[in-house]
């Protein structure tokens, strides 16, 4: 530890200190100021304009159902999505693990090259893959003899169509902890459960996931905040449709705020998403004390 | 048994790989496909009349290099300028003895629990003000420094022992020389990674450059294959192009250093 001049310490500190906040901490502090008025396009035209409200956007939001029928969406999507992401990623790992497997280094690249790609682009790479005539998904389907489905134009799909394309963006991401996580359970626990006997499921369920536990929660808590900012994908590929059953809780952030202007209300909705997510991460620092926190 | 243990293992790792990267290569394919043959039935997997020509359009007509040129001008900036920041700042944080650090450090912590979409609308209408619409440094500013790049930095730099510090100090070097000459080198690592994550956050980043960048000619790479989507939906293969552009560059540079991006996502989730 060392002691220096504060002009030294101002020096150092002050670019990225004061930068946070003023382009994030303020900004937070500007939010709520906003939703708690009715800002809009006529007040950005003149300042006069704005009203205050106190809590009214509050109100308003409860009662509007497109915001309702946006977080249930956006609930759908963290709580169907999110396990089944965690899932496929564990499941992953569990194979990529075992000794047996050879081109380890190129499957890991494989399945994590789908983490790195723009969003944008891939989501509407998979629009075509989901077209409903000449779509990769429905040709695959007709050669079994099924019906097509109409992914993204029906209501009942188009929310599982973009979970699907979720699962293969993200999975890698978690597998690679779900990995990490694996390496570091001592060998001795499978050696001294097989002299005893253990079959394979049993090793599983009574050594591999109780070892398991700690990385699977901030796998599980990490990827619901993630998964709670949705966004890109129904942007791309459904604009919220077919009949709102894509829209998700920033969408209609983005809708009021960008679209029509309704600032106020906008970023009421985002304090909506930042009190759910908030009580995520409270969750994550209560149970997860001595790993790294963050998210992405 | 343990022979065909491996086998049926190593067949599913394989059928899952081809699964997992098939839209990608089907997207590279198609985009070297001749306008209509995308949508075919049955579905084409290489292209029958090889072309170049939708990069053609991209390049030429559709202005796709003033994209990329966005995309990169302002990915390499953020990186460049959060890596500085971050790293004086983390390196503060590490060996500077001051009052109220921890303070002030977990503050800066708990900063992280707050989602970013909740700033982007105060932050458009402070930006507006400062007439950054339109600019690049409209997109650049709010990612000049990052918390998570402070910490990462810090933690880091705690492992570096303070008498190499001590001795640059007593051979009279200045506190930026120590920075420059003994804490940015030991640190490549933790740089390298950071800047990986930097760099590719920034490219993918959809929200922010959608919401700051409304003239055309600003377009980054995703807001403007978003909005080439809008008039050229039915041009697969052009489309297919589009996002092949995006998203070679991306995995180029992950291909090239994955060891360091994928040391950083491990090291971040499970170091104790």
């Known amino acids: 530890m060392f002691k220096v001049r504060s002009s030294i310490l101002l020096f150092f500190l002050g670019p990225a200190v004061f930068s946070i906040l003023i382009f994030f901490v303020l900004p937070v502090a500007f939010a709520l100021v906003l939703s708690l008025t009715d800002f809009d396009i006529y007040s950005l035209g003149d300042i006069k304009y704005v009203k205050f409200v106190g809590f009214g956007n509050y109100f308003k939001i409860i009662s509007d159902p497109l915001f309702w029928k946006a977080l249930l969406n956006t609930i759908y999507f963290v709580f169907v999505g999110g396990p089944i992401s965690i899932a496929v990623s564990l499941f992953s790992a569990l194979l990529l693990q075992s000794r047996l497997v050879k081109f380890k280094k190129v499957l890991r690249f494989a399945f994590f090259a789908p983490v790195v790609t723009t969003l944008v682009a891939v989501a509407i790479v998979w629009r075509y893959l989901y077209h409903p005539r000449f779509g990769l998904f429905n040709q695959f389907l007709m050669i079994f003899g099924l019906d097509p489905i109409n992914w993204l134009g029906d209501p009942r799909f188009a929310m599982p169509s973009i979970i699907i394309l979720a699962v293969w963006k993200n999975f890698g991401y978690n597998m690679l902890i779900f990995l990490a996580g694996l390496q570091n359970i001592p060998d001795e626990l499978y050696e001294a459960a097989e002299i005893d006997g253990a079959s394979f499921f049993q090793k599983f369920k009574n050594i591999t996931l109780p070892m398991l536990s700690p990385t699977m929660l901030f796998v599980s808590l990490t990827t619901a905040i993630g998964y709670f900012q949705l966004f890109a994908e129904p942007y791309v590929m459904t604009q919220g449709g077919p009949l709102n059953s894509t829209l998700s809780i920033v969408l209609l952030m983005y809708q009021h705020g960008f679209k029509w202007w309704n600032i106020g209300y906008s970023t009421s909705i985002a304090f909506s998403l930042f009190f759910i997510v908030f009580l995520f991460s409270l969750l994550q620092l209560k149970v997860q004390k001595r790993g790294y926190i963050f998210t992405r | ?272």
């Open chain 2, 1 to 272: 048994m343990r022979k065909i243990y491996g086998f049926i293992l190593n067949l599913a790792l394989l059928i899952s790989c081809v699964f997992t990267i098939s839209p990608l290569l089907w997207m590279i394919s198609a985009s070297f496909m001749s306008v209509g043959e995308a949508s075919q039935i049955p579905i084409r997997f290489l292209p029958q009349n090889f072309t170049l020509e939708n990069y053609k359009i991209l390049f030429s007509r559709l202005n796709l290099s003033r994209y990329f040129l966005n995309s990169l001008i302002i990915s390499s900036s953020v990186t460049f300028i959060s890596l500085f920041f971050n790293s004086l700042a983390g390196y503060a944080f590490a060996k500077y003895q001051f009052s109220k650090r921890d303070r002030l450090f977990n503050f800066l912590l708990s900063l992280m629990v707050i989602p970013g979409q909740v700033t982007m609308i105060p932050l458009f209408l402070m930006l507006k003000n400062l007439g950054l619409v339109n600019t690049y440094l409209g997109v650049i500013i709010p990612g000049m420094s990052s918390v998570f790049g402070i910490f990462m930095i810090r933690q880091y730099v705690l492992g570096i022992p303070d008498s190499l510090i001590e001795s640059a100090r007593i051979d009279g070097a200045g506190e930026f020389q120590i920075y420059l000459k003994i804490i940015l080198p030991l640190s490549k690592p933790i740089l390298i990674t950071l800047g990986l994550f930097t760099f590719i956050g920034t490219w993918n980043d959809f929200l922010w450059p959608l919401i700051i960048m409304t003239d055309n000619s600003m377009y980054t790479l995703p807001v403007a294959i978003a909005n080439l989507m809008g008039e050229h939906a039915a041009d697969v293969e052009l489309m297919m192009a589009g996002s092949v552009v995006t998203v070679l560059p991306i995995l180029f540079v992950f291909a090239v250093a994955q060891n360091y991006y994928i040391q950083g996502i491990i090291g971040g989730a499970l170091k104790e």
